[in-house]
Each structure stands twice: as C-alpha cells, then as structure tokens.
C-alpha cells in the first residue's frame, strides 16, 4: 500500500468518534440523541428520530414487538459529521428489557456517554450498563440531564456516581442555580459563563470571565445565585479532582456535564467537549496480539445480527465493527471461523433504519453486512490473516424459560430454529439430563423470550411454549466428580449446547450452598 493510503487511513481514523449512550429508560436518550443528529445535520427536523421510529413501526412486521410495546427492540448505527470529526453513535434499546445484543453494541464503542437524570440519579439500569463499560476500561462521560427540572443537589449526584459506581467525577460545568431558578453552567475550563436567554432558553448567552467570582456573572444571574456559584466552585477546586486526561482516558475519572436536551442546553458545549476528549479508535486485542487501527490491513468483528430488517426480503444483516485498514466494496475478506475468503459487496451504512450502500469506511466505523447465513456473533473477517478478536464476552443468563413445541410434527423446523437463535446469540439453551429431556432458554432480558417466540413462528413456522420458571443463575461446572443427586433441591443440573455441566439456582442461597458443599469443583458465571 502506497504512502498516500496509509496517511489517509491515519487521517480518518483520527476522525472517528464512535461511541454509544448508555442510560435508564426516560433519563433523555432519544432526546439527546436527536440533539446531537440536529447538530450533525444528519436530520433536520427535531422529532425525526421518534417519527422515523413510528413510520418504521407502519412499515414492517417484524417490529410489531416494538410497535405493541411501544420499544425499540433493536440496536443500529447512527453516523454524522461534525466540524471534521467523523461521529458514529451506537443505539442501545433505551427500554427495560434490554438484551445481550445491548451489552455485546457497547463492545463496538470507543467510548461512553453516561446519561443521568438529575432527579433520579444513578438508576438500576444505568450500573448495568456502566459496569459493562467499566470492565473494558474505556473512557465515560456524563451527562446529567433535565437540569430544568428541581433534581437533588449535583454535589449529591457526583457523591452518588463515585458510591455506587466506583468511578471519580470531574465536573467540566456547573449548574447555575436549578429547576424554575436555573439560568446556566458556569463552564470550569473555558472560564466562561452560558446563559439561558428566553422564555424556553432556546437562545445561549455566552460571557468570557475572570473567574467565578467575575462581578459578570453577578450582573447576569443575580446575588444569590452568583454566590451559591462561588461557593460551590470553591468546593470545588478545593476537594474535588482535578481534570487528568490519563486518568479520563483508562475509565477511572468522569468528566461531568450538566444541561437538559429537550432545551438543547449545554448539548452543543457537551458535544464539542466530547468530541475533542473522547478517542479515536485504538488497538483491539485478538489471538494474535493486539491490532492497530492504522494497519494497512483490514479487520474488524461482527457484534450484532439481525433477522429480517426488511421483512420483504426475509434477510439478515451482520453488523461489523471495523478495527483496522480501510474497507473497500468488493474487497474480499477472509472469514476466519469458516476458513474462506468472502467478497463484501453490499454493505451498508445506518442512519437509524436508512440504507446506504458504502463504497468505503474505516476503523470505527460500522457497517452492515447482508447476510445469507454464513456469519456468526463473534466472527472476525480479516485481510489476509487468521486473527480473531476476543472482543465479545458472553453473560450469565438471569432469567429461564422450559420451552417446548406445541406441535410435535414441527419438531425438525423447532430444532433448526433453536439451533440457528442460539447460534446467533439470541437465546442460550440447555438441556436437562436424564429420562424426560427437558429444553430450557436462559436469557439477560425477558425481552428476549418474546422476540424468540416471535421469530419461531414468522420464521420456522413453528408455535412454541415458554414456561418461566423459578431459576435465576446459571453457573457452568468444571471438575471430573459431579454427583447430579446434590443438585436436586432449588436447583437443576443441565448440560449446555456444548454438552458442559451447568447448574441453575433458584436463589443465591442454593447457589452458594452448593459451592460451599463442593469445593472441588469450579462454578463459572459463563461458559469457559
Ligand atoms: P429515553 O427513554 O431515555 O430515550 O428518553 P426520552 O428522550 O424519550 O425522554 C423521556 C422524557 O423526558 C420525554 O418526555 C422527554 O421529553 C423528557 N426529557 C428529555 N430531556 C429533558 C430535559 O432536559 N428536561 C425535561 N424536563 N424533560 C426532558
């Protein structure tokens, strides 16, 4: 490859952002998200993210989860541009019932944005999500949103972040005063004071200033929020971190943002920040050692699959993570698991559920590959070599269904079916030993028992039953001696699609019974 190539492939991947945000449900996410597509000019019309979810819902079948439930099943790529950066955001489902597919998008982002509403604080969801983060070590910022709103006190909040998540705060802004009161953020790096103007603070006022205790800002905002401001700042700079962009860059130190995205707040100063902080994409770990996104060669993983886009056309997209080289329609890949070498000739990119064919892309972009069933969850393509990334880590199932075929003449389409979900990572299932061989489905979000009934019928032709039982952990078995009578009370033991030893728990008290009654034997979390 020539020295003008690999320039260029340097140049575009320092303009990659790639990123996905994570958040509880109704913290803001769709609406910041659209925020931010405004920005980009990706869309132009505020609402066209939502409307684009309701025309999606009119248009195709295979949402009609999404449509009775009101959700958004599925995770996709949005990409847009600003001033010179290259911005992919990954969509998580912003629901309750998310899915491994939501742990497995985050294993795609560089980066995180956290998204935290100001009232409700850190939320059930949001550890979850952050945990997963936090285990790859990757940079999070955070957005504490709805600041228009009365929300408990941001010393709270960042005490609260650091207690139940680990993680140190920086605050890059500060809120001047809140709720009905609130009139800006006092932006600690720029030095500079932004302010609400007009009635639904559609219009922002920026001042440069001397510091907090700059008269400007008594002037703008009044005496006793300009001292509550210099109060807190003063905190502050005394017991607060400083900003260490190493410390940032590893995951152990957040930096802070406050707005609200329905006013378009503090998105813009959050966006630019964001932009020149968050990385670019990095080296990926595979068997063969690490991978640089400026190699020449290409690389990348798929981390998603998903059925029947367009029910029209009954197909699968896999959806790849590019680590390195540049891509090029056409370009034949090997597919390292099956050994050969595939051509990629019709990829697309995302704009939520829009298509557009790529002709090229880079490290941290995402592309979708048609697939006629020869990809897997996991699969890496490369240029010329067999590396594999070890990107996607597997979770414990929490939640167990016994399933079985209402139909018993359907049996060989309900094993296809079960045999290709599984394959794509949408359900894991064991298999009870002994004389009634019973199936059961472990999943992360009861979610996914819907989508995969769903998807037995409008795809195999076959009606299931789940039954819920009352498991909620799975722990694989490793030892010679496994005496199946000592798994009998709260507890189950099943082989999984590999035929390993795995218990399933009623509760934890069985679980750690067990391990306790048999020390020589090792119990995992997930499949070793
Ligand atoms: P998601 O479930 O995280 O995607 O949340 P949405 O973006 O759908 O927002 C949930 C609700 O919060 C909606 O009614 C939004 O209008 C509202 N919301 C979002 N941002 C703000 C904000 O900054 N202030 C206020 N008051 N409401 C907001």
Redesign the pocket.
């Known amino acids: 490859m020539s020295q003008k190539t690999t320039e260029e492939l340097r140049q575009e991947v320092g303009k990659r952002r790639t990123f996905a945000i994570i ?11 659209e925020k931010l597509l405004l920005y980009g000019g990706a869309i132009h019309i505020a609402g066209s993210v939502k409307a684009r979810k309701a025309a999606r819902h009119a248009t195709s079948d295979w949402m009609e989860i999404e449509k009775q439930r009101g959700i958004s099943v599925t995770s996709s790529v949005m990409q847009f541009q600003y001033e010179g950066k290259q911005v992919n955001i990954l969509d998580t489902p ?2 309750q019932d998310f899915s491994e597919d939501t742990y497995r998008t985050l294993t795609a982002a560089d980066s995180a944005v956290m ?1 935290i509403d100001v009232a409700k604080g850190v939320e059930a969801q949001t550890i979850k999500l952050f945990q997963v983060c936090s285990k790859r070590g990757i940079p999070i910022f955070t957005f504490i ?5 009365e929300g408990q006190n941001p010393f709270e909040l960042l005490e609260e972040i650091e207690r139940v998540l680990g993680i140190r705060s920086v605050p890059m802004n500060w809120p001047i005063g809140m709720g009905r009161e609130l009139c800006g953020v006092y932006d600690r790096m720029k030095n500079q004071v932004e302010l609400f103007q007009g009635k639904d603070h559609s219009e922002i006022e920026v001042r440069k200033t001397e510091g907090y205790n700059d008269p400007v800002i008594r002037e703008m905002a009044g005496d006793y929020l300009a001292d509550q401001l210099a109060q807190d700042l003063e905190l502050l700079d005394v017991a607060g971190d400083t900003f260490d962009y190493e410390k940032v860059r590893t995951g152990q130190l957040t930096p802070v943002f406050f ?5 378009n ?1 503090g998105v813009q100063t959050f966006l630019e920040n964001f932009l020149e902080l968050a990385p670019q994409p990095t080296e990926r770990k595979t068997t063969e050692g690490s991978v640089e996104p400026d190699e020449e060669k290409f690389s990348g993983y798929i981390f998603k699959i998903q059925a029947n886009m367009n029910p029209a056309h009954r197909d699968r997209i896999a959806f790849l993570r590019i680590c390195s080289g540049k891509f090029q329609r056409g370009m034949s890949v090997r597919h390292v698991r099956a050994g050969k070498e595939i051509k990629l000739s019709q990829p697309q990119q995302f704009l939520a559920q829009d298509r557009d064919i790529v002709e090229t892309a880079y490290p941290g972009d995402i592309i979708g590959l048609f697939d006629p069933g020869i990809f897997r969850i996991g699969d890496s393509l490369s240029e010329g070599r067999d590396i594999v990334f070890d990107e996607l880590p597997t979770f414990s199932p929490e939640i167990f269904s016994k399933v079985s075929i209402k139909n018993a003449l359907k049996q060989k389409q309900y094993l296809k079916g079960l045999d290709q979900l599984t394959e794509e990572g949408m359900v894991q299932v064991f298999r009870s030993v002994g004389a009634f061989e019973d199936t059961y489905l472990g999943v992360v979000g009861q979610l996914q028992f819907e989508v995969f009934e769903y998807r037995m019928k409008n795809e195999y032709g076959v009606d299931i039953q789940l039954f819920r039982t009352q498991f909620q952990f799975a722990r694989w078995i490793v030892g010679d001696k496994i005496d199946p009578t000592k798994f009998r009370i709260n507890s189950i033991l099943v082989k999984d699609k590999n035929d390993v030893n795995v218990a399933l728990f009623e509760n934890e008290y069985a679980m750690r019974t067990a391990m306790e009654r048999m020390p020589e034997l090792k119990f995992l979390e997930v499949a070793p």
């Open positions: 958040s509880h449900p109704d913290a803001g996410k769709t609406t910041l998200t912003g629901h998204l949103n709805k600041l228009d709103r707005g609200s995205a329905v006013n707040f």
